[in-house]
Structure formats: structure tokens, C-alpha cells
């Protein structure tokens, strides 16, 4: 599988955008980028997806470098409860089967 | 939105005794589920892919016999720690795509079971 990489934390102030990196340099023409994040004691929600174009959705936009090899997840005004495990993930659009592969992610810290 | 059901939340169990996990999709229809587990300040680690009317696929280092999968219908997998160890103990999640849509959709989460082995 194609690797992503993220930084371990990031902090934000509340109402204020964020903007978390990922690099993928190695991300295949079939690969989707797939963005979750983790509330503690909880199991992953999905975020966002794309695959070249930007994206937008209710809870945040998706940037996508022209050459694919990295992405940001901007959340436009954070609040306490974004703060959450952050993953980036690659998904191979030839096969529905394929399980996601968690890395470390972004640890999202939110302050008042 | 597509809703996936795991249960119990938290169960706590004696060492040597089995423990039985279930994951349901609400609305939708799952081929494969997958099961994670994940331990304390760590991410997520895929144990198995589970293919409905068929055996499971179990990933490397984790034990078929210890970890029982079954996938009976499209949409409830079942997941059995027989003869749970203290080690055992860790956070278990269940996923599953919705087989309606195309391959890459999002994969929907339980919102885990914690298990204490005593």
C-alpha cells in the first residue's frame, strides 16, 4: 500500500481554520485519498474523500495538489469537538474489498 | 447516512472465559466487514476481513482459532475471543462498506466494544 505521512500533533485555536498536511509521494493513479478522524472512545468517521479535484462537504474541504503527492483537510472554523485523531489514508479504487490501513495520524488539539 | 451497530460497548470478562462481539449495518447491505483492534495511544490494526458466507481472512499474526469470525448474513458479523487473556484487552471496531455503492466509498464504523479481561 501507498504510504502516508502526517505530523503527529497539530493545535488550533476554537473558530479558528485548520489545515492538516498529508503527504503521499508514492499514492498510485488508482488511489483515492480517504480523510477519517477518531473521537476518543469511538470508532473512525469518515470525513471526506477525493480523488484529483478538490472536494467540499458539510463538515470540511479537501485540497488536492496537482501532482497528487500530498493533500490538506482544512476544517474552516474549529470547535472543541473536532479535536480528534486526524488519518490520512490511501484506497485502491480497483478493489472494493480492501480494508483501511491506519497509520498514526494528526492529533488535532482544539483550545478555547 | 449509512449507520453500522456494534455490541455490547464495554464488557468485562474472567480470563479463560469467551467473549462474543456483534456488528450490524442498519441500512445497508455489507459483503465484507472488517474487524480492527486498536490499543491504548496506538491506531487502529486491521485483525481480519470478513466475507460474507464464507471463511474470514485472517491477517498476519493474528489467530483464527483465538479470534472467531462468522459473517452469516449481509448485514451482521460476529466477532468471539474464545478463552480471553488479559492481553486481550483492547478496543475492537468493525467497519463495512455498503455494497450499493461503488469502491471507493467511505467505509462505515461501529463505534467499538471495549474489552477488559480480569
Known amino acids: 500500500d501507498a504510504k502516508t505521512t502526517q505530523p503527529n500533533s497539530m493545535e488550533s485555536n476554537e473558530e479558528e481554520p485548520v489545515h492538516l498536511p498529508c503527504n503521499h509521494s508514492?499514492?498510485?493513479?488508482?488511489?483515492?485519498i480517504h480523510w477519517y478522524r477518531q473521537l476518543p472512545s469511538q470508532g473512525p468517521e469518515y470525513v471526506i474523500h477525493?480523488?484529483?479535484s478538490n472536494v467540499n462537504n458539510r463538515m470540511a474541504s479537501l485540497a488536492i495538489a496537482e501532482d497528487r503527492k500530498s493533500s490538506t483537510l482544512i476544517l474552516h472554523r474549529a470547535t472543541l469537538r473536532d479535536a480528534a485523531v486526524y488519518y490520512c489514508?490511501?484506497?485502491?479504487?480497483?478493489?472494493?474489498?480492501?480494508?483501511?490501513?491506519f497509520g498514526k495520524g494528526t492529533s488535532l488539539l482544539v483550545t478555547p | 447516512g449509512a449507520v453500522v451497530s456494534q455490541h455490547p460497548s464495554r464488557v468485562i470478562c474472567k480470563s479463560g472465559t469467551s467473549v462474543k462481539i456483534e456488528c450490524r449495518s442498519l441500512d445497508f447491505q455489507a459483503t465484507t466487514m472488517f474487524w480492527y483492534r486498536q490499543f491504548p495511544k496506538q491506531s487502529l490494526m486491521l485483525m481480519a476481513t470478513?466475507?460474507?458466507?464464507?471463511?474470514?481472512?485472517?491477517e498476519q499474526g493474528v489467530e483464527k482459532d483465538k479470534f472467531l469470525i462468522n459473517h452469516a448474513s449481509l448485514t451482521l458479523s460476529t466477532l468471539t475471543v474464545t478463552s480471553a487473556h488479559p492481553e486481550d484487552s483492547s478496543f475492537y471496531i468493525c467497519s463495512a462498506r455498503d455494497q450499493g455503492q461503488g469502491a471507493a466509498s467511505p467505509l462505515h464504523f461501529g463505534n467499538g466494544t471495549r474489552l477488559t479481561v480480569t
Open positions: 470478513s466475507n460474507e458466507g464464507s471463511k474470514a481472512t485472517y
Open positions: 477525493g480523488l484529483t
Open positions: 508514492t499514492i498510485s493513479g488508482t488511489d483515492y
Open positions: 489514508i490511501l484506497r485502491d479504487n480497483s478493489n472494493s474489498g480492501y480494508a483501511l490501513n
